[in-house]
């Protein structure tokens, strides 16, 4: 399968899931979307049909014929065509407030995860413990998790399409979403405000899971990385320790505690590399550190032009980092 037909495949699947709600917020989303296509199928029939009805049964005025029976003026005409509309528009305003209510009642004070978009990934920071991970946010399930939404530079758009409404966000400006899950599960969620060249790489998994399995992982995240178990490895923390990489990213347990790239110290435990652009293969990773731009053209990871060694020492260390 090529980048486009692979891309197109992942847009019609988020069609798809909007229409499989998986949890409240999302149902209220969806129940108001059913309400409001009726109504315009209804409005479209009827304009349709009165379009088609005057075309098929008057279908030319001839020379000499009368004009039409002229309405102008008459006001209960005037009246049922403005009382209609206003209807309509008053009940469909009337729902939208009322489901806003259900999807988004205000926030609490403090957030449970502090979700931040970053070109081209998504950092999140759990308040409570302090873990902090990326690109696979992990909640429990069956509970609303309070989210705030930050940006580090452009607009990016928070969406998981099974979940809850979309949610721009913004450098300096939080903004607040309630996040649900009715079932365990994976669930796929995308940035969908265009923010550069790799925005349609900027995928995330939210995965909820049991109350228990949930703060097994968050222990699992807070742990310190594992010191190097083989040569090999301990080469690879010296290179990562010597070369740029601490000026980007973290790994707990090691000098390296920078935020600007995704934080490492659990980054074997992650399905995805490159923010869902390859699956988080031994393979890839090589690929990764060989030449990232060749993996994902205008990463902010340069080409390091490490040599096959250098690739290998440090692959072998950052693959145990569980
Ligand atoms: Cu971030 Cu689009």
Redesign the pocket.
């Known amino acids: 399968m090529n980048l486009h037909s692979f891309s197109a495949a992942f847009l019609v699947a988020d069609v798809v899931k909007v229409f499989n709600p998986q949890s409240p917020q999302a149902r209220a989303i969806f129940d108001l979307a059913i309400v409001v296509i009726v109504v315009m199928v209804v409005i479209f029939a009827v304009v349709v049909g009165i379009v088609m009805y005057a075309l098929l049964g008057f279908p030319r005025w001839r020379e000499g014929e009368r004009d039409p029976e002229q309405v102008e003026g008459n006001n209960t005409i005037e009246i049922v065509w403005t009382a209609i509309p206003l209807a309509i528009v008053t009940i469909l305003f009337v729902l939208s407030a009322r489901t806003m209510g259900i999807s988004d009642p205000p926030p609490p004070p403090k957030p449970d995860i502090v979700v931040i978009?970053h070109?081209?990934w998504w950092e999140a920071r759990y308040t409570n413990s302090g873990a902090i991970v990326a690109n696979e946010i992990h909640i429990p399930v069956g509970k609303a998790v309070a989210l705030r939404l930050d940006s580090v530079d452009?607009?990016?758009?928070f969406w998981v399409p099974e979940l809850a409404r979309k949610l721009t966000?913004v450098p300096g400006h939080p903004n607040h979403l309630w996040i649900q899950a009715d079932k365990p599960a994976t669930y796929l969620g995308?940035?969908?405000?265009?923010?550069?060249t790799?925005?349609?790489w900027?995928h995330f998994l939210l995965v909820a899971e049991p109350q228990e399995e949930f703060q097994k992982w968050e222990q699992a995240q807070l742990a310190p990385a594992p010191p190097p178990a083989s040569e090999n490895a301990q080469k690879g923390l010296a290179l990562f320790e010597q070369m740029t990489c601490v000026n980007c990213h973290a790994i707990k347990g090691t000098i390296a505690s920078a935020t600007f790239g995704p934080d490492l110290t659990h980054f074997a435990s992650r399905k995805q590399l490159g923010a869902g652009i390859v699956a988080n293969t031994p393979e890839n990773l090589r690929r990764w550190l060989h030449d990232p731009q060749q993996v994902k053209i205008g990463a902010k990871m340069p080409n390091f032009k490490f040599t096959d060694e250098q690739v290998t020492q440090l692959a072998d260390y950052i693959e145990t980092l569980k």
């Open positions: 978009g070109q081209w452009v607009l990016h758009e966000t995308f940035c969908t405000e265009f923010c550069g790799q925005h349609a900027m």
